[in-house]
Nanobody, 124 residues
Framework: QVQLVESGGGLVQPGGSLRLSCAAS????????IGWFRRAPGKEREGVSC????????YYADSVKGRFTISRDNDKNTVYLQMKSLNPEDTAVYYC?????????????????WGQGTQVTVPS
């Protein structure tokens, strides 16, 4: 019954912006941290960002710090990832996942439910 659905990906020019959405159903969103991960062609999965269950704590990988912003609206059952200053190294499939209630981490082993992913492509 747990479902996470990512949307908002697409093609964007270098320096541009996108907002990704992660829509949750089948569970109480405010009981869980939510993480964003990405997998680029030929590379292993990378943790991008995480937001705590109450939204007070956020984490960003060094590669996206200062460019990406994670937020959540528990009343709308949705978590967002606002991405700006995109570059070709950001090209990947982006996934959201459900994490622990009382921890904020981007260790993939701590996340038990995953969405299907949304493609972000930054050419050149």
């Amino acid at each position: 019954q747990v479902q996470l659905v990512e949307s908002g990906g697409g093609l964007v020019q270098p320096g541009g912006s996108l907002r990704l959405s992660c829509a949750a159903s089948g569970f109480t969103l405010d009981y869980y941290s939510i993480g964003w991960f990405r997998r680029a062609p030929g590379k292993e999965r990378e943790g991008v960002s995480c937001i705590s269950s109450n939204g007070r704590t956020t984490y960003y990988a060094d590669s996206v710090k200062g460019r990406f912003t994670i937020s959540r609206d528990n009343d709308k059952n949705t978590v967002y990832l606002q991405m700006k200053s995109l570059n070709p190294e950001d090209t990947a499939v982006y996934y959201c996942a459900r994490g622990p209630r009382f921890r904020a981490t981007i260790d993939p082993a701590a996340f038990g439910s995953w969405g299907q992913g949304t493609q972000v492509t930054v050419p050149s």
